[in-house]
């Protein structure tokens, strides 16, 4: 992981597993991470908006990709 992160938000999807946002100690994290397990790497993805704390996910069968395309990461 490239950023550490506590009270992270995970999903999977595919192949992929998603962490997105958390907290690093200091301050609420708005990036998100794609761990690619084939590789054995991170690769970050992206920012949310904003991330005021606590954030919560899913993932959504055979669409995931595709929404998370439509929300630019």
């Not at 597993?17 to 690093?24: F, K, R, S, V």
């Not at 991470?33 to 904003?50: H, K, Q, V």
């Amino acid at each position: 992981m490239n950023v550490r992160r506590a009270r992270v938000g995970v999903a999977s999807s595919g192949n992929k597993l998603y962490a997105i946002g958390g907290y690093d100690g200091m301050t609420n994290l708005s990036s998100i991470e794609i761990y690619n397990p084939e590789e054995g790497t991170w690769s970050l993805a992206g920012n949310m908006n904003r991330h005021e704390g606590g954030v919560g996910v899913a993932a959504i069968p055979n669409n995931c990709s595709e929404i998370l395309d439509t929300i630019s990461i």
